[in-house]
């Protein structure tokens, strides 16, 4: 299994970014995809999961209304529209996969990880 992360970048704060995770050898429709990001000196955090079954979705209250986790099956990619960037949304962002249909925030309950793509809000 092979997650591949990318782009992320440098943006000034109010613009936007798509982050995408393509993957082989797991097909992401089947299982949770997630989202997280760690900024340095802190803890790993859950910004945004997509279940498998019907499309639920969860956010994180700090980008509610400014990220959209959506998937793209045809091309066995997820990914993480960000919009309205903030200097706190600065970070490393990992996709992952838990073989399970049930989304969580927890980044121990995920089996497989992308290698992460750096977003980087600044003016």
């Known amino acids: 299994v092979q997650l591949q992360a990318c782009g992320g970048g440098l943006v000034q704060p109010g613009g936007s970014l798509r982050l995408s995770c393509a993957a082989s050898?797991?097909?992401?429709?089947?299982?949770?995809v997630g989202w997280f990001r760690q900024a340095p000196g802190a803890e790993r955090e859950g910004v945004s999961c997509?279940?498998?079954?019907?499309?639920?979705?969860y956010y994180a209250d700090s980008v509610k209304g400014r990220f959209t986790i959506s998937r793209d099956s045809a091309n066995n990619t997820v990914y993480l529209q960000m919009n309205s960037l903030r200097p706190e949304d600065t970070a490393v962002y990992y996709c992952?996969?838990?073989?399970?249909?049930?989304?969580?925030?927890?980044?121990?309950?995920?089996?497989?990880w992308g290698q992460g793509t750096l977003v980087t809000v600044s003016s």
């Open positions: 050898g797991i097909t992401l429709d089947y299982y949770a």
């Open positions: 992952a996969v838990r073989t399970s249909t049930v989304i969580t925030t927890r980044p121990f309950m995920y089996n497989y």
């Open positions: 997509i279940n498998s079954r019907d499309g639920n979705t």
